[in-house]
């Protein structure tokens, strides 16, 4: 993989609705956040607080948002550490998973095996739609995962406007500042359906396959490879296990691993590639 760092946050999603995203600074590493609009901190309750600290999530900053769905309507949620969004019982139904220590990182709950997971690539106006470039790197990421042997699930893609009954949306959020790309974690047996990215015209097709491909291996039960430090990003901050889990993958190699695609942040020079222990990863998990 190429090596520009930036950021690439994900975080959870999972029976809950967290998102992760990825947003890219070219000089220097800077935070991505999700998408959303906000609305009042004064409006997070001393409950709501006490609840994310019991989860080792950082309560500084939290906030009421608008989150932004592609047909332009919005659902009320709460954003923790700039990139994770819950609904109010989401946060309150938290429950503790487990957190080791390899280096891939899947959450408790995953996409059901063998599962075709119908994929759509958003066309509708309003500024919500892929280019032809960024379908063109949707394209090639879902072949990302298509073309692994030995993984049970696979993806069938199409492109248009009607993503209600599909199991996943791709689309672009044109009210986001900086670039990147916000996604969540499986529940139910299904991926988190809703992937944004935003920003990302001024960037090569492999570097939007990139962000596409890692916000989808968020969808399908993937961690970040450093969470425990966000190393890629040029910190230290654990992400926390956060009740979805992070649960190590055999096989993979211990230790910092940049070229991993799941790292939480990603760079100007990306190749869109899974590293080897990517696909370790998902021939575990699936």
């Known amino acids: 993989m190429k090596n520009f760092r930036i950021f690439l946050l994900a975080i959870i999603s999972l029976s809950f609705f967290l998102q992760s995203c990825q947003k890219e600074d070219i000089n220097e590493p800077q935070a991505e956040t999700e998408t959303a609009t906000d609305v009042q901190n004064s409006d997070v309750s001393e409950a709501i607080i006490s609840k994310l600290s019991d989860f080792y999530l950082n309560p500084d900053g939290v906030k009421k948002i608008d989150f932004l769905l592609p047909d332009g309507s919005t659902t009320v949620m709460y954003e923790v550490e ?3 969004n819950l609904t109010e019982d989401q946060i309150m139904d938290l429950r503790f998973g487990s957190g080791l220590t390899d280096r ?15 994929i759509v690539g958003y066309t509708g106006g309003g500024g919500f739609g892929l280019s032809s470039k960024e379908r063109t790197a949707l394209q090639w990421a879902v072949n990302n995962f298509n073309r692994l042997s030995g993984v049970s699930i696979s993806f069938t893609l199409t492109f248009g406007t009607n993503y209600q009954n599909k199991d996943m949306v791709v689309y672009n959020n044109p009210n986001q500042s900086g670039a ?45 490879t450093d969470w425990q430090t966000r190393q890629s990003c040029g910190r230290n901050t654990n992400e926390g296990t956060a009740g979805v889990g992070a649960n190590a993958i055999p096989g993979t190699s211990s230790g910092y691993n940049p070229n991993s695609i799941m790292v939480a942040c990603f760079s100007s020079n990306e190749d869109g590639e899974f590293d080897n222990d990517d696909i370790i990863g998902l021939q575990y998990m699936y």
């Open 104 to 118: 891939n990182y899947h959450t408790n709950n995953l996409v059901s095996q063998g599962r075709n997971i119908s």
């Open 82 to 84: 700039g990139d994770i």
């Open 180 to 224: 990147g790309g916000s996604a969540g974690f499986p529940s139910g047996g299904l991926p988190h359906k809703f992937v944004q990215i935003y920003g990302l015209g001024n960037y090569d097709t492999n570097v939007i396959e990139h962000v596409i491909t890692h916000e989808i291996g968020h969808s399908v039960g993937f961690r970040h």
